[in-house]
């Protein structure tokens, strides 16, 4: 079964910490991954698409990197602010399945402490 | 443009009643989704859709029905309400040029209470 598994659940840092977010996942045949972010009652934003073709990607103090072999995403989020505080969803688009749907991890909420 | 929009953002229905979530984007995307998110769960596919007049089911159907009339709409119908309906819903929508590139695009999402 085609799978996404984010671990821990929660995470707390102090302010001014560079921490990696872990996702991984059951098969390597995927077409893309991609990073959201989700605040508490909110909608999902899209942080990062990476390709199956791409190692990684990077958008101002985000990073994510991509290692098709091991199953395995990491984000980067360097010197976090009290605003990166939210819950980062992995979610993953495989060759075998049908028409870009996405299977998503639980998420890592995150919570960054002043 | 306002991207993805959805209403209503709160309801609470009572078990056996019935209601349609409306969905509507403005960016001329072709594929549109319905996921559903439990408390402390990831999101679960419900339906999606191709394009207009081409619908199919998701991950999580039992219980739910859409139609796609237009590019821009994109409504999901409860029948007949249950408690395990409570959740909030979440619609998304894409342009599909290559299957690489396809990055999903949020709205802000329904909380449904279902009594």
């Known amino acids: 079964k085609q799978e996404v598994t984010q671990i821990p659940a929660a995470l707390s840092v102090p302010e001014g910490e560079n921490l990696v977010l872990n996702c991984s996942f059951t098969?390597?045949?995927?077409?893309?991954l991609q990073w959201f972010r989700q605040d508490p009652g909110k909608g999902l934003t899209s942080l990062l698409l990476?390709?199956?073709?791409?190692r990684e990607q990077t958008s101002g103090r985000l990073n994510a990197s991509l290692d098709k072999s091991s199953g395995r995403s990491t984000l980067y989020i360097a010197a976090s602010q009290p605003g990166d505080s939210a819950t980062y969803l992995c979610?993953?688009?495989?060759?075998?399945?049908?028409?870009?749907?996405?299977?998503f991890g639980k998420g890592i909420t995150l919570s960054v402490r002043p | 443009n306002a991207g993805v929009t959805q209403t209503p953002k709160f309801r609470i229905l009572k078990i056996g009643q019935s209601m349609t979530l409306q969905c509507t984007q403005d960016?001329?995307?072709?594929?549109m989704y319905w996921y559903r998110q439990d408390p402390g769960m990831g999101l679960k596919l419900i339906y999606y859709?191709?394009?207009?007049?081409?619908?199919d089911k998701g991950e999580v159907p039992n219980g739910y029905n859409v139609s796609r009339s237009t590019t821009e709409d994109f409504p999901l119908r409860l029948e007949l309400a249950a408690p395990s309906q409570t959740s909030v819903y979440f619609c998304?929508?894409?342009?599909?040029?290559?299957?690489?590139?396809?990055?999903?695009?949020f709205g802000p999402g329904t909380r449904l209470t279902v009594l």
């Open positions: 998304a929508s894409s342009y599909l040029q290559r299957e690489a590139y396809n990055e999903q695009f």
């Open positions: 098969d390597s045949a995927i077409y893309n």
């Open positions: 990476i390709q199956s073709s791409q």
């Open positions: 979610a993953v688009s495989w060759i075998t399945g049908a028409n870009s749907k996405l299977t």
């Open positions: 960016m001329n995307h072709n594929y």
């Open positions: 859709s191709v394009g207009a007049g081409i619908t």
